[in-house]
């Protein structure tokens, strides 16, 4: 037992520093920017169709079943409002932060790991590259800066996918639907939720390259690199959800 | 045995009877541990300039991390690494890349970069490298030239994932060619390939050799891969060099530990 608590204090070090060699090395010359806009591209463009597809489904779901409870209460015109509120603020985020973890963070695991493995990294040293800043910085950027924009489109998607199920079944027109949506909406609903969506990629990001570059070898330690990456990131994920709420609470009286 | 032994003292100490070559790579007394595992324990080793030097040793015995030690890969617990009259563990990072351009390494499963082209993998490592390579706009004419030393000029668009074993090793010894290396490291060049291929390869080896005139350290457990390239050889045993010499005087040795590596 004493062995796995030190274990896992190890690891929190390990990470910690893992983090601070990623500041030290973003701000340094050179930059990959052709490497980095890659990454966005592999991270963002190609996350699309799934946030989406779930986006649509979660706020189509989550307005058929708040409905009959709303229409109980004769609440069913504060549909806009608890939906549009519940997304922004927490289901949004979360939701897609949740599945790119299992995108992103495996994805990232398993190819650091498989490079690590196969002494991709190793070569990429000697050719006088450094893999850090070319494979873990490039990555880290990508995710920090690629899971704001996968939120707001996964929130605005919901939010369509809500307003489709109160059109079909309340004759709210669309038009209605977004302007009580955006009239609920307070800047405090806003901006914790898009500051708490960068750390949320920074720590996919992180935990992906962190298990994925240091992986073990073999291809076992591939699979368990893409594995962790995800386990971790997801739990890091509600550890840093909670902070940012309890941070927000102090800012904005949620 | 005991003149092997004294032939290597005096090899590491660089005045081994080498004529009036110049040592280019060193290692003295070094020793690497992995946990319990003792996997140098005071390997020397001379490589002159343009030399054929081959060290054997069975898998796992150390031969890869001696290698890696030379680029600066890994660290040894103890011990002296000189590359080109400069010690590796006193160099900064900016001094140890530009070292690294002259040195060029095969890896042992070729590592080719799955994401990238061939071309891309050509073109990667001449990035941070213009000074030595002058005019970096006209990438192709060398890229085409280190492919064309390999007979792989028509793969130049392909993805490694598209090439066979043998191809890519090629390719990576095309990238191994392109900074026009002084030393090239090969970790076990013909290792996982059918006789033919480690053959080509091997004569492709030796055709670079002679174009380029560089000095070749390899690393190899393939007998008939000595035999055909080595000027010189070392047995790699318990860490230490067990036994050095050419390829004809190991293979009659009636040392036991010798004699192991020649059977067939």
Known sequence: MADRIKQFFVQIGDLSYFAAHFFREAFKRPFEFKELLRQC??????????????????????????????????????????????????????????????????????????????????????????????????????????????????????????????????????????????????????????????????????????????SDKGTAGVGYAANTAVVVSSLLLFVVDFIAVFVSDIFYEL | MEAQQMALENNTNGTAGKGSRKAVIKIKDAYKSFGDNHVLNGFNMVLYEGENLVVMGKSGSGKSVMIKCLVGLMQPDRGYVEVMGREISTLDQKTLDELRSDIGFLFQGSALYDSMTVRENLEFPMRRHQKKLGDFSDTTSLVMEALENVGLAHAIDLMPSELSGGMKRRVALARTLILKPKIILYDEPTSGLDPITAKEIIELMRSIQKKYGTSSLIITHDVDCARVISERMILLVDGINYAEGSYNELSQSTDPKVEAFFKK
Do not use: H
């Not at chain 1, 989550?62 to 609440?75: D, E, H, M, V, Y």
């Not at chain 1, 509120?85 to 289901?91: D, G, K, M, P």
């Not at chain 1, 490039?138 to 996968?150: G, K, N, V, W």
């Open chain 1, 41 to 214: 591209y592999q991270m963002g463009n190609r996350s699309l169709v799934l946030v989406g597809v779930t986006g649509f489904i979660i706020g189509l779901v989550l307005t058929l079943q708040s409905r009959p409870t709303l229409i109980q209460f004769g609440a069913v015109s504060w549909m806009p409002n608890m939906v549009g509120i519940s997304i922004v603020r927490e289901i949004g985020p979360v939701i897609t932060a949740l599945i790119c973890a299992g995108r992103i963070a495996s994805g990232i695991g398993a190819e650091l790991g498989s490079m690590r493995v196969t002494e991709q990294i190793d070569a990429m040293e000697v050719s006088g590259t450094n893999p850090f800043k070319y494979l873990v910085v490039t990555r880290m950027l990508a995710t920090t800066l690629m899971l704001p924009l996968l939120v707001v489109f996964g929130d605005l998607v919901a939010l369509y996918g809500s307003a489709l199920v109160e059109n079909l079944k309340g004759d709210v027109s669309f038009q209605l639907y977004f302007n009580t949506v955006f009239d609920a909406l307070e800047f405090g609903d806003l901006v914790p939720a898009t500051i708490k969506s960068f750390f949320f990629g920074f720590t996919i990001g992180l935990v992906g390259c962190f298990k994925g570059y240091y």
